[in-house]
């Protein structure tokens, strides 16, 4: 068994448990992509082979490469190697939240 996710315009709709791509696409339609559950920033946790970057979830883009998550803030990057978004500057250790008015991490207690 392996997951798949159903692709509509360029984003996740769907992710699925199924034997392989041809049965999705025959029994629901559309178009789907293998994603791995141990896949994360173009790693594999294991050491195998990693599968188009990360996991995918619903509403994740999907660029014919790999899958990443929505952008979660518009001074945010996304790193073209891992397919992760990056903060302007690095977080800091401790708990953080971003703060996007300030461009900054804020602690918080």
């Not at 696409?25 to 173009?42: D, L």
């Not at 518009?74 to 302007?88: G, K, V």
């Amino acid at each position: 068994m392996a997951y798949f996710a159903q692709i509509k315009e360029g984003i996740v709709k769907a992710v699925i448990a199924a034997n392989d791509q041809e049965w999705c696409e025959t029994n629901i339609g559309g178009i789907w992509i293998q994603t791995s559950y141990n896949t994360y920033g173009g790693q594999h946790r294991f050491g195998g082979t990693p599968l188009h970057k990360n996991y995918a979830g619903i509403g994740y883009h999907w660029d014919g490469t790999g899958f990443y998550a929505p952008q979660p803030y518009e001074s945010w990057t996304l790193n073209e190697e891992t397919y992760i978004w990056e903060a302007p500057k690095p977080r800091p250790t401790g708990n953080c939240i971003w703060d996007e008015s300030m461009l900054d991490w804020v602690l918080i207690n």
